[in-house]
């Protein structure tokens, strides 16, 4: 959790609104499929419902008052690989900035699946 000093008082940002934005963001993003969480069961990754998106997304907290984000996502057969993955650092480093004034150090895309 982060906390932001106003002159009205203290914001106080959790992990969840964090990985919320970020999947948001992500999933948004042109060729991306969604989020992805590896099964325990089977090791098999599979695509996240909108619900159980944060799954895909983990949130490191730096003694800076910055975050480190990495994402695990499935994207469409045939997308560029490296486009998708500088658009998704791009948006979510500008959506977390904007949405809850954090800076991000840096924002990890791992590319768990492509689904045709």
């Known amino acids: ?6 002159e009205n008082g ?6 969840s609104v964090y990985t919320d934005i970020a999947g948001t963001a992500a999933s948004n993003c042109f060729g991306v499929k969604g989020m992805a969480a590896r099964s325990v069961t089977d090791g098999v990754y599979h695509l996240l ?3 159980s998106m944060a799954k895909g997304v983990r949130v490191e907290f730096h003694e800076d008052e910055t975050i480190s984000i990495d994402l ?5 057969n045939g997308v560029n690989l490296t486009a998708v993955a500088n658009s998704i650092i791009s948006e979510v480093r500008y959506v977390v900035t904007k949405s809850t004034g954090t800076q991000v150090r ?3 895309v791992y590319v768990d699946s492509i689904v045709g």
């Open 1 to 6: 959790m982060i906390r932001h000093n106003t």
């Open 72 to 76: 695990h996502i499935m994207v469409d």
């Open 106 to 108: 840096a924002v990890n």
């Open 49 to 51: 419902r909108k619900e």
């Open 10 to 15: 203290t914001v106080n940002v959790s992990t």
